[in-house]
T-cell receptor, first 112, second 113 residues
């Protein structure tokens, strides 16, 4: 039972570069989420998806793009990375409304 | 906008003590509330989920209560152990608006051996 996996676990990139963070879940959960965790702000929702091909914005979506062509994958793309996007990114999933969310191990992204 | 506050921000107690972590939220229109544990450099581990219609949930030495009308939840940890040392996060799922959870900033707990 692999659960949720994220790759890469660590990434260093330069300002202006495009970078994609991958998220894969093996549970066939309908809902998937991306959060970022920053000191002083806690965890904040970036984007979420209720099913394949259905995505919507969270609290802090600017500068990010998501897609969900398959139920099990939910990649997050930073189109032109900025230093303010240096953070730890967590992917999460949930089976259905009312259920608990399960989190991946996180990706630590540094933008130089 | 929903705001979640956790008090205290940090807590250090001797092993064996019972302790209570507090969580408050400003908007009582929630679906549920979830408590997580986060170890340094790790992801979040779900501890307990309380639906808005429930008053409490228990798992082993953990007991979480919910008073939706007053916007409060508590996490009670019985007979604390050094392995309980971690950051504990409270999060609510708000009715309406964006799906996903709104998190508090956590309580950093240290259990002294």
């Amino acid at each position: 039972d692999a659960g949720i996996t994220q790759s890469p676990r660590y990434k260093i990139t330069e300002t202006g570069r495009q970078v994609t963070l991958m998220c894969h879940q093996t549970w066939s959960h309908s809902y998937m989420f991306w959060y970022r965790q920053d000191l002083g702000h806690g965890l904040r929702l970036i984007y979420y998806s209720a099913a394949a091909d259905i995505t919507d914005k969270g609290e802090v979506p600017d500068g990010y793009v998501v897609s969900r062509s398959k139920t099990e994958n939910f990649p997050l793309t930073l189109e032109s990375a900025t230093r303010s996007q240096t953070s730890v990114y967590f992917c999460a999933s949930r089976y259905k409304t009312g259920d608990e969310q399960y989190f991946g191990p996180g990706t630590r992204l540094t933008v130089t | 906008k929903q705001e979640v506050t956790q008090i205290p921000a940090a807590l250090s107690v001797p092993e064996g003590e019972n302790l209570v972590l507090n969580c408050s939220f400003t908007d009582s229109a929630i679906y549920n509330l979830q408590w997580f544990r986060q170890d340094p450099g790790k992801g979040l581990t779900s501890l307990l989920l309380i639906q808005s219609s429930q008053r409490e949930q228990t798992s082993g030495r953990l007991n979480a209560s919910l008073d939706k009308s007053s916007g409060r939840s508590t996490l009670y940890i019985a007979a604390s152990q050094p392995g309980d040392s971690a950051t504990y996060l409270c999060a609510v799922r708000v009715e309406g608006g964006a799906d996903g959870l709104t998190f508090g900033k956590g309580t950093h707990l240290i259990i002294q051996p």
